[in-house]
């Protein structure tokens, strides 16, 4: 197996001023390539800490990738360094990232100044990998066998960029690496516990062949990824064999599965909109805006989604949404009937042919009625009003994050539903 | 000066499953109590991995802190791995982790597992910092001079827990190690890009005594933090120096500086609020419910906070809003007109004192009229309505906290002119 470090360099990760994603990022994507990631290290701009722990790195890993350090400022050495490293006697000058560098300011009225052309320089030990997203390259360091038979990837820290060069730095390492083939399929799963899950599909799980194998990625926003992946056979092999075991997979959660993409809620939501060709609205109240937030994060949500209301005054819920002054008296303003007369609400308002409601208690504090942690969820649509209650815990911003899947999948279902009669 | 290494534990970091967090949130803790963080690192639950690792960190640091690896679960490995280490001879009980443990499963309605009570049990050359907040305990080893000369800190990965202990691993750590007292001071500062801000105060900061440093800490959301520290002397001279200078740098920034607490710019624009007695509404268009769900995102909102519409299809501007279809169709709908006509629509239907709107495109694409990061910001109130263009680039995911962030900075600067006449 091929065994990887990753190596975010930089001051401003050690004094806690930024969190390191760039790690994450990368260490997923070897893993799906079957490159087992041993170990993650930061370290700060000094030329002997990168030295000494980049040649340890070096002596344990087959592959080493390092982010960050190669500003244009004084501070940002990691360059100069890796030119040492690498017994580079010099620095070349490459014309397809200076090409890109001219781009770049280009786009942005700006002129090239020397401290701009110096991004193009690299050290002469090096490959280059041009980074389309900024200016500073990708650079390529094999070390051979007899100093330490392994290959470095210095990308840059911006993680726009540094995310953007994981493609490229896959290639080169398909390219380098006797990587064995290895085909993944993930599920999207909404609405089970880790352990419930597990316990499902047992009988399923236990009777996988040897060759494949069943990962469980939680996410407290999404649900949990089920992964499967097959080693080793062709690709045409593999897709069949894979898919035959999706497909029981499927049968055996049914609507618990919600994409075989690696997926979000809202996301999905918006494809069963457009293929409907149904519209939505939403009417917040706990969730403040944060249902709308997700689904409007999804670049073409303009072709499905109308609008919202955000009624986190009672005022707002009667005056604006239109829920009778009496329903909030008689049953409470977290409740199954203002739930649903504020989807109700603003279904009729925006004319939207769906209509998503939330009203509960995100904390800190819950109410005289209901603990903290409590949410309605409504769904109006052109088969009528359902309404859902669930209940969370004590974290007013996990709270709010929770409320706002469950109600997108609570949509989710009731689309499917309709869709399917 | 102290120096400090901070050791994530647990394969799901390795695999890029989820971000590490808790490093983050310590190294920043460190470094404001004078502590240098010089490397931080990710290592698998793996026995000689963690035993290696632990031994070479506690070799070059005098503090080490650990996250993860406590769980209940048969690949937690990491208690055993530090009994091993610390030359324990076996395990003791702890009363006083018991009883929280107790607590947490009675008031879940749960009854205590074997699996529950031995999260109790510690390494016995350990001291235990009780970790209120779940059940795995803080375990403290001191080792003496003649082994590593080090101290490790083993705290729980979940990072509400992890991050709820830094007090008391701060307290312990001060009450061991001869931390020089440092005093800071920060202010929240938005409207100026880093190299403005630093050409505006030059001459302040070029004047600052040797004992005092400024640190410039920018966020894409929230602004620059700048940070004033200042080094020895006592606790009462430090304060009155540092606030000397704070005014001083106050007077130059005048309303760019928001806040003089480690802050938001929606707890800042929630206080002026409730400062004045004043609520506030808002209609958003491309912002989609990221501002509202920024406000509401503040505990105790729903003071001042009545509601919002997100109209994102022209029909709810004009029908739900009151935008007339002449000022969409002859102004265009990323327009000065429409976000005035939607900040005063929402206002008059929700009966708010103040409201703020968004109109613009957040990307991927532009329209005929406008390129993509073009937004129109709007604040209607009781001294009438007030609009302001701003124009930034391609992400739609940045466009829309930028979008955000820059009408709540507009928000807060009409308050602040409203109050001050």
Redesign the interface.
């Known amino acids: 197996m091929i065994h990887a470090s990753i190596c975010t360099i930089g001051n401003e ?9 760039n ?9 799906e390539a079957g490159i087992r ?8 701009d000094d030329r002997d ?1 990168i030295l000494n ?1 980049l040649r340890n790195e070096l002596t344990q890993s087959d592959i080493v990738i390092t982010t960050g350090g190669l500003g244009p400022t004084k501070d940002d050495i990691t360059k100069g360094v890796l030119a040492e490293l690498s017994g580079s006697t010099g620095f070349v000058e490459h014309a397809g990232q200076l090409a890109i560098i001219h781009d770049i300011l280009h786009s942005r009225g700006l002129d090239m100044l020397a401290i701009n052309r110096a991004q193009a320089l690299v050290p002469d030990r090096c490959e280059v990998i041009e980074n389309r997203l900024g200016t500073a390259p990708i650079m390529v360091f094999r070390f051979p066998e007899d100093s330490f038979g392994a290959t470095l990837y210095a990308l840059p820290g911006v993680p ?1 960029e540094a995310v953007g060069a994981i493609p490229d730095v896959m290639q080169d390492i398909r390219a380098h690496y006797p990587l064995e083939p290895i085909l993944h399929h993930s599920l999207m799963v909404y609405g089970l516990a880790e352990s419930a899950l597990s316990e499902l599909i047992a009988p399923w799980e236990d009777a996988l062949p040897a060759d494949m194998h069943l990962a469980y ?1 939680p996410h407290p926003l999404t649900g949990i990824r089920l992964r499967l992946s097959i080693y080793g056979g062709s690709r045409e092999d593999q897709e069949k064999r894979v898919e035959e075991q999706i497909l029981r997979l499927k049968e055996i959660l049914g609507d618990k599965v919600y994409s075989d993409q690696d997926d979000t809620l809202e996301a999905t939501v918006g494809r069963l909109l457009k293929a409907a060709g149904k ?1 939505l ?2 009417a ?1 109240s706990c ?7 997700l ?3 999804v ?1 073409g ?2 072709a499905y ?9 009672v ?2 819920k009667e ?2 949404l239109g829920v009778p002054a009496e329903t909030v008296e008689t049953a409470g303003v977290v409740s199954s009937e203002v739930a649903g007369a504020m989807a109700e609400g603003v279904r009729k ?3 939207s042919d769906y209509a998503v409601s939330t009203t509960g208690l995100a ?2 504090d819950g109410d005289a009625f209901n603990p903290v942690g409590t949410v309605w969820i409504g769904v109006a649509g052109p088969k009528g009003t359902k309404t859902l209650k669930k209940q969370f815990r004590h ?3 996990r709270n ?1 994050q929770r409320f706002a899947a469950e109600a997108l999948n609570f949509l989710r279902l009731t689309i499917l539903e309709d869709l399917s009669i």
Chains 1, 2 share one sequence.
């Open positions: 990760i050690l004094i806690g001023q930024i969190v390191d994603t790690s994450s990022r990368l260490a997923a994507a070897l893993e990631v041993t170990r993650m290290l930061s370290i700060g800490e722990n726009f990625l519209t609205s939403a917040e969730t403040g805006g944060e249902i709308s937030h689904i409007t994060s670049p949500s303009s989604y109308l609008g919202s209301v955000t009624s986190y005054a005022s707002v005056h604006v308002m925006t004319g904390g800190p974290d007013r911003k709010i």
